[in-house]
């Protein structure tokens, strides 16, 4: 097999794992802090997407100077589905709040895919802005411009939610919510609003990822599920409250896909990943990289 | 400054309190004493917020307390160090200071305030940057108070502070809260340790299945016949 | 007690006997048709509630038992295998699947999120890989179609649905079913009291497979085209749920008044808003776990509670729960 072809699959696996990290933080987050799993994030991603998409055809607003405003929209509707849904799973036992969520979820998740195909068609949508199709070819491997953009944005992303949590006052507020509640509660953190910011915060995330998708690959209604999914792998294969463990997670993900489409079969890329994930859920439940902090 | 009438409360249909009333004076030290289960717990988690009573009231500083939610009480002064201490362990040791002055009122004085605790604790000062997770059984419960004071108490609850140290240790850590309490900290001790508690105390109660059944100066306690017998062998 | 369980026996025996008489009262193949599709979502919900419902272990890729149960009974009745015979594989190859994540997930007692995310992410590799082997259509032989009875249908799903809920009253009513209640409701104080949680699971799970599986063949018999992987799309992972909920999940009559519920009213939506009656659904499931959780059931109790309580003296004010943060610790 010539190097080159074995240097690009290695090259995409990276673009996309780092897409796949972006999107696995966002539900790390919100199941790290609220123990609510929440299996509609692929679906909110989509909707990340579907924003930017709007915001292109409709106005012509460049998909990346966009993000924010997608963001925005994700903060919105996060608002929404937590303050109506999820606020009301927030008092119940660990047990109890994951297994409801994740009921609540995936009936979230077929409202949004179906609202979606009524909005925009089950036809795939990309956002192609003049730049599109520049690719970057370093040593015969070709690199499109907005996927190293994506990515770059991706780490960008990534590095502020850690100095954010380190470094703030709100995000060491988040992290020992995280830990311990009702500690956290006796520290005068108002545990409530830190749930709600942390919910808010994961959808923003997926809008932000949803957009990237958008731009680089593409968007489709029933790809919800797919992505809840490669979240959900990454998040087993990283740990949950390490965002390092995230996105190496996501890039081992990417890449792995990426060689079994080379050497397997493009049919099984997405197969792969699954089984990983299995064989991790089985061997190490805490993930391969599990920080589960303290 | 704190004074509860006639508490009920508890979990779901189990009914643990049965109109507790307790009061602490300002800058005084009162230890709440009695056997597992007695309701010594709920009592702490009712002042401090973290559970509601069914009847009664609870004030402090003059304010009804019982619709305030947790963190709110917290704000105005009252700061519990949970049974364990429950320090959060994947962080350092100052950031779990830091997170104990997380209140508005504190935080503009965190620096003089985190000071004063490294003054009390000089440990904690030589671990800040450990991740609170490695320090030994008394270090955290240390860190536990020191952390509670950060969040400048006007009130501090105190949950088995000495529970599975070694008694060195405990005596260590009560000489700190009389120290603390000098310092114009009222306290409220919860204690099984029921001689040194009272020993330290300048009032006492004694609960029993969720009722108060003695009330008394420390020492008229420990010289108390029943308590005597039940507690102190 | 016994006067009523006689009647409920006897009003069952009825209507099984009315449902096989149908077909006779000249009823329109149209009718016939959507009975069966009941039958087969009252399958499909039954074997769902037995892992889900009574051993409280979510299982969101019930797909994967439902597909493999198609796609052998089909295999096996295109390849001239007796229907019978076709019909005990279309639940054992299911049930043999399950064991492959069943064992290593229970016996390392997996926190109950990661099987519910493992069965999804199991269907989900079943989907993709049967949709990459066999990327076709699937047809009944050419001699069923050409002369299709929906008469011996009929009668053969009636059949099958009748021993699903047999099987799941049976399983309930036994000391089996009680120990699957005590480890869903606290696996630890269920353990203590001798239950062997991980042996209860496994048998659930097992149970789980095999009748959805069995209702797979069910519909690969009735059905005379379809994508392969059809059988494997997440709606038959999601769907079985949303019945079991709306019905009264956790109950023997839950899934088969959900399973109902659930045909009539999509029926009703097809017709009046078309597509958009994937989103009513999915906001009734949302509202049916949030405020509902017994799902019609509960709320037909509640309603009775509620006309007795009116004829009754006025019952005492419930105990009030304590608001605020009252939560055991994470």
Known sequence: ?294 | MLELEGVNAGYKDLQVLWGVSLRVGEGELVALVGPNGAGKTTTLRIISGLLKPTAGSVRFLGRQLDKEPAHRIVEMGIVQVPEGGRVFTGMSVQENLELGAFTARARKEKEQTMKWVYQLFPRLEERRHQRAGTLSGGERQMLAIGRALMAKPRLLLLDEPSFGLAPILVEQIFEMIAEINRQGVAVLLVEQNVRAALELAQRAYVIENGRIVGEGSGDALLSFESVRSAYLG | MTIKKGISLALLVIGVVALGLVPRMGASESLLNLLILMFIYTMLATSWNILGGYTGQVNLGHAAFFGLGTLTARMLYTGGCPLPLAFLVAGVVPVVFSMLIGVPAFRLRLRGDYFTIGTLALSQILYITIGNVLPKITYLPMADIQNYQILPRYYIILALTVFTIGVAYALVKSRLGLGLVAVRENEDAAESLGVNAFAHKLLALAVSAFLGGLTGGAYAYYQPSYYFNYTFSPPWSLEPVTMTFIGGVGTVHGPVIGAIFFVLLKEWLVLRVGEYHLIIFGVLFILVVLFLPGGLVEAWERIRRLVARRTTVKATAPTACAGGNNLPGN
Do not use: C
Request: proline share 3%; no cysteine.
């Open chain 1, 1 to 294: 097999m010539p190097t080159t072809m074995v240097a690009q699959s290695l090259a995409s696996g990276i673009l996309v794992g780092a897409l796949y990290g972006l999107a696995a933080v966002g539900l790390s987050l919100v199941f790290g802090v609220t123990k609510i799993l929440n299996v509609s994030h692929g679906e909110l991603l989509m909707l990340g997407g579907y924003t930017s998409f709007w915001l292109f055809t409709l106005f012509g607003v460049d998909p990346f100077a966009g993000i924010p405003l997608s963001m925005f929209a994700l903060v919105i509707i996060g608002l929404i589905v937590y303050q109506l849904l999820f606020s009301r799973l927030i008092k119940l036992p660990t047990e109890d709040k994951i297994r409801t969520s994740l009921l609540v979820g995936f009936g979230l998740g077929l409202m949004l895919q179906n609202i979606a195909l009524r909005l925009w068609t089950a036809d795939n949508r990309g956002i192609t802005p003049s730049y599109a199709g520049a690719v970057l070819t370093v040593l015969g491997v070709r690199l499109p411009y907005v996927r190293v953009a994506s990515l770059v944005i991706a780490f960008v992303f990534l590095l502020a939610l850690q100095l954010f949590l380190q470094k703030t006052y709100t995000g060491k507020a988040i992290r020992a919510t995280a830990q311990d509640w009702e500690a956290a509660t006796l520290m005068g953190i108002n545990v409530h609003r830190v749930y709600l910011l942390s919910f808010v915060l994961g959808t923003a995330l997926a809008g932000a990822a949803g957009t990237l998708v958008a731009v680089g690959y593409s968007v489709e209604p029933v790809m919800g599920l797919h992505w809840t999914l490669k979240a959900l792998i990454v998040l087993v294969m990283g740990g949950i409250g390490s965002i390092a463990g995230t996105l190496i997670g996501g890039l081992i993900l990417g890449v792995t896909e990426s060689a079994a489409a080379v050497w397997i079969s493009g049919n099984y890329r997405h197969v792969v990943g699954l089984a990983i994930f299995i064989l991790v859920l089985l061997i190490r439940p805490q993930g391969l990289f599990g920080a589960k902090e303290g």
